[in-house]
């Protein structure tokens, strides 16, 4: 009877202090490790979310300024980071959330000629492109012969473009961008010419944007006459305000009427305000803004700086040689 009353007070002796060693070890489970491992992946998420993210680039749209293969690091905050609208799971591809108020910081500066972007696809905004802007609002873009032209001048060094010459510039003049051509791709119709008319047939084109690239081009004094196209561009207008209502036959009527005006006095193609316009340097291999129209500027989401990392997955070796370099 007395060695029952020892081990049971033995044992309630024994039970505060397992329950004090439990808790204890629970304490520093998450001093130890669960909170800095937490704290760490919060830090990681910021700095990916509103000051510098790593991109790889998969497609070959950029070579040779980029090839398959490069890792870079891309710039946020420059052009004014934003908290995310959508939580995905990336290996998954689920959705969590969607649609969510976004909060957008100041930015440093705008866009300019020249960036290298990266960017949601605007048909497909889970996905991110690169590209760069060759043209910002108010800008002139024509494609003749193959080269392209803002605002009048030249604005590519062709490395490769059989049966034409090159425009010399003066020395120090611009550093334009090098770009390669196909030969035979360079034949085909899509990205030989692209002026108004041509981006007035872009896939997809909404009937407000179709409107603004008129008016962007009328304001701009781009050769067309405003009051011979007042007729057709008012009642549109008005269709896209909701001040008005039009059939579809009348809008197919109106914008066929647009178009062929456009067409006839060859105007350049001028960048609506809020977008900018992209091309990648590999011109004649690249589904761009020639292909979907300029880039609303919400869309944009940093500038490439440099590449950290660089993998020829041909040869199955690094390029080293590539490591560090500055984007330009």
Not at 113 to 123: A, T, Y
Request: hydrophobic share 45%; charged share 25%; net charge positive.
């Amino acid at each position: 009877m007395f060695g029952r009353n020892r081990q049971q007070g033995a044992r309630r002796q024994h039970a505060p202090r397992q329950g004090t060693a439990r808790a204890g070890f629970r304490h520093r489970l998450w001093a130890d490790y669960v909170k800095p491992i937490g704290t760490a992946v919060l830090v990681a998420l910021v700095i990916r979310q509103f000051v510098i993210q790593a991109f790889r680039i998969p497609s070959p749209s950029m070579v040779n300024t980029l090839l398959v293969g490069d890792f870079l690091f891309v710039n946020k905050y420059l052009y004014g980071a934003k908290t995310p609208e959508r939580i995905r799971i990336p290996l998954v591809n689920w959705t969590l959330a969607d649609d969510l108020p976004v909060l957008k910081l100041p930015a440093l500066r705008a866009p300019r000629r020249g960036d290298i972007i990266v960017f949601e696809f605007p048909k497909d905004r889970t996905q991110d492109y690169i590209k760069r802007c060759v043209a910002v609002a108010g800008d002139r873009v024509e494609v003749r012969q193959g080269l392209l032209r803002v605002n009048g001048e030249l604005y590519e060094d062709a490395l490769d473009h059989p049966g034409r010459v090159t425009q010399v510039q003066p020395a120090g003049a611009r550093n334009l961008p090098h770009t390669l051509h196909n030969a035979a791709a360079d034949a085909r119709a899509f990205g030989r010419e692209y002026g108004l008319a041509e981006a007035l047939r872009t896939e997809g084109l909404t009937p407000r944007r179709f409107v603004e690239m008129v008016e962007a081009a009328v304001a701009a004094g781009a050769g067309l006459d405003p009051a011979a196209l007042a007729g057709d561009l008012a009642p549109l207008r008005a269709h896209v305000d909701g001040s008005g209502s039009l059939t579809v036959l009348e809008m197919s009527r109106h914008m066929g009427a647009l178009h062929a005006a456009a067409a006839a006095a060859a105007a350049p193609f001028v960048v609506p305000p809020g977008t900018i316009f992209m091309m990648g340097d590999n011109r004649d291999n690249s589904y761009d803004s020639r292909g979907w129209g300029p880039l609303d500027l919400d869309l944009v989401k940093g500038k490439a700086i440099f590449i950290y990392w660089s993998w020829d997955a041909q040869r199955f070796l690094p390029r080293l040689a590539r490591i560090g370099d500055l984007i330009r």
